[in-house]
């Protein structure tokens, strides 16, 4: 998902909502993301450092999460 709209308009919170809404066992019209993890990477950042969008292992390298490296090989392919 990539939202656009003007400063103030809502865009983070949504994303935000959305990823905690995925990761706690979505109910309803959201069932479909039962078992995701979600990932959010502020494109703002990413871009502002002239970097490619990062593969899907190296998301949380990416975005300077501290839990980066810590997970066994494969598993952004099986979440």
């Known amino acids: 998902m990539l939202p656009r709209g ?11 909502w959305l990823a905690v809404s995925a990761a706690t066992e979505p109910t309803g019209r959201m069932a479909h993301l039962a078992g995701r993890v979600p990932f959010v990477l502020p494109l703002r950042t990413l871009t502002r450092h002239g970097q490619r969008l990062p593969a899907p292992a190296d ?9 980066s490296g810590a997970q066994p090989g494969g598993w952004e392919h099986r979440v």
């Open 6 to 16: 003007v400063a103030g308009s809502g865009k983070t919170t949504l994303i935000q």
């Open 59 to 67: 998301f949380l390298a990416a975005v300077g999460c501290p839990l």
